[in-house]
């Protein structure tokens, strides 16, 4: 049996929806949020009727029959720890979604928007993997700081996904691989999968790990402290230095792995080399670290993300990695699909949906 699929992906400024046939994209669209719009609502749940309506009304321009729904699935948000996994949107989660249990984001919409849709034609919502998925073993979780333990926020989803599709192409359970996954987007995350769970992971919302196009990353602490004492910057100021403006952006002024290349390998900026070569060899570092953590039983290193596109940057990684495990490279990030990927997953029986 075929399931007709309708995802929901809120971002900031933009609703990604997508209407799938199992795994068969019928069709994609990003609606576009104008920023005066978006300011007219003084908090993301106020939001919720405006791009509901935006949704459906895109739908029916379509000519999409709302009422051949399967299943709907929307983007997990900021809820509280959880397992791995696709959940059902009950009313536990719902509340949670709406209070923003751990931050208010535009993602928290995705699980709310899905609910009203699907509970008014009348089949099941779902979310599928969120950022908050903490699988961390207890000994991962020590900082060295009592008041500060390390905690789980990355790029589950397409983590997740990716390793799962590298398990069925081999024809193996995901829960009986080791693998490490390296994404590299805006954010870079590298994680150790070790039976079906990311038992570590680097914390990209907070400034863990490598830096990235837009993150900071590992900092010297003691450095970080002088400079937020400084008198030199408000708290916001800092955290968009570790947050936003860090890596390549704080490096060089731009996010994008195709400028930093040009710089560095056809321009000759050495600063720009610099650059190109730490943001390899952090990583490759990274990865290293969670091969000690598998106990260098890993099966396979996945690489994934738009910069995963790079092939000069697999390459430098294989230099260093591949001495751990054979590479599999993933390029490009496919959200709607790995939501659609998860949503089957339970109506084929092959995972059970999990309790919020």
């Given at each position: 049996?075929?399931?007709?699929i309708?995802i929901i992906?809120?971002?900031?400024t933009s609703?990604?929806?997508?209407?799938?046939?199992d795994e068969n994209q019928i069709?994609?669209?990003?609606?576009r949020?104008?920023?005066?719009?978006?300011?007219?609502?003084?908090s993301?749940?106020?939001q919720?009727?405006f791009?509901k309506d935006?949704?459906?009304?895109v739908?029916?321009?379509?000519?999409?029959?709302?009422?051949?729904?399967d299943v709907v699935?929307?983007r997990?948000?900021?809820?509280?720890p959880?397992p791995g996994?696709?959940?059902a949107?009950?009313?536990?989660?719902?509340?949670?979604?709406?209070?923003?249990?751990?931050?208010q984001h535009?993602?928290?919409?995705g699980g709310?928007?899905a609910?009203?849709?699907?509970?008014?034609?009348g089949?099941p919502?779902?979310?599928v993997d969120p950022?908050?998925?903490?699988?961390?073993e207890?000994?991962a979780?020590y900082?060295?700081?009592?008041?500060?333990?390390?905690?789980s926020?990355?790029h589950?989803?397409?983590?997740k996904a990716?390793a799962k599709r590298?398990a069925?192409e081999i024809g193996?359970?995901?829960d009986?691989l080791n693998?490490?996954?390296?994404?590299?987007?805006?954010?870079?995350?590298?994680?150790?999968?070790k039976?079906?769970k990311i038992?570590?992971?680097n914390?990209i919302?907070?400034?863990?790990?490598a830096?990235s196009?837009e993150?900071?990353?590992t900092?010297p602490?003691?450095d970080?402290?002088?400079?937020?004492?400084?008198g030199?910057y408000?708290?916001?100021?800092?955290y968009?230095k570790?947050c936003?403006n860090?890596?390549f952006?704080?490096?060089l002024?731009t996010?994008?792995?195709r400028?930093?290349k040009?710089?560095?390998?056809?321009?000759g900026d050495?600063n720009?080399?610099g650059v190109?070569e730490?943001f390899?060899?952090?990583?490759?570092?990274d990865?290293g670290a969670m091969?000690?953590?598998?106990?260098?039983k890993?099966?396979q290193i996945i690489?994934?993300?738009g910069i995963?596109?790079?092939?000069?940057?697999i390459d430098?990684l294989?230099?260093?990695l591949?001495?751990?495990?054979?590479f599999?490279v993933?390029?490009g990030?496919?959200e709607l699909?790995?939501?659609a990927?998860?949503?089957?997953?339970?109506?084929?029986?092959e995972e059970t949906a999990?309790?919020?």
């Amino acid at each position: 049996m075929a399931y007709t699929i309708l995802i929901i992906n809120p971002g900031s400024t933009s609703t990604k929806i997508g209407v799938y046939e199992d795994e068969n994209q019928i069709f994609e669209e990003t609606l576009r949020h104008p920023t005066e719009e978006i300011a007219k609502y003084s908090s993301i749940i106020d939001q919720k009727d405006f791009r509901k309506d935006v949704i459906l009304d895109v739908l029916k321009e379509k000519n999409f029959d709302i009422k051949t729904l399967d299943v709907v699935v929307g983007r997990g948000g900021l809820l509280k720890p959880i397992p791995g996994g696709t959940y059902a949107v009950t009313e536990d989660l719902l509340n949670d979604l709406k209070i923003g249990k751990q931050g208010q984001h535009a993602s928290n919409l995705g699980g709310i928007l899905a609910k009203e849709i699907g509970d008014e034609v009348g089949v099941p919502a779902y979310i599928v993997d969120p950022v908050v998925v903490d699988e961390l073993e207890p000994v991962a979780r020590y900082s060295g700081m009592p008041e500060l333990p390390r905690r789980s926020i990355f790029h589950a989803l397409n983590q997740k996904a990716v390793a799962k599709r590298y398990a069925k192409e081999i024809g193996k359970s995901y829960d009986e691989l080791n693998l490490i996954v390296i994404h590299m987007g805006g954010g870079v995350s590298v994680g150790a999968h070790k039976c079906g769970k990311i038992v570590d992971v680097n914390n990209i919302l907070d400034g863990e790990g490598a830096f990235s196009p837009e993150r900071a990353g590992t900092v010297p602490v003691g450095d970080l402290i002088k400079l937020c004492y400084s008198g030199k910057y408000e708290e916001k100021e800092i955290y968009k230095k570790i947050c936003g403006n860090g890596g390549f952006n704080g490096y060089l002024g731009t996010n994008d792995m195709r400028d930093v290349k040009k710089l560095a390998l056809v321009d000759g900026d050495e600063n720009a080399l610099g650059v190109y070569e730490a943001f390899h060899y952090q990583l490759a570092k990274d990865a290293g670290a969670m091969a000690a953590v598998l106990g260098g039983k890993v099966d396979q290193i996945i690489c994934t993300g738009g910069i995963a596109y790079n092939t000069e940057t697999i390459d430098r990684l294989k230099e260093r990695l591949e001495f751990i495990a054979p590479f599999t490279v993933y390029p490009g990030e496919d959200e709607l699909l790995a939501l659609a990927q998860g949503a089957i997953r339970v109506l084929n029986g092959e995972e059970t949906a999990m309790e919020y």
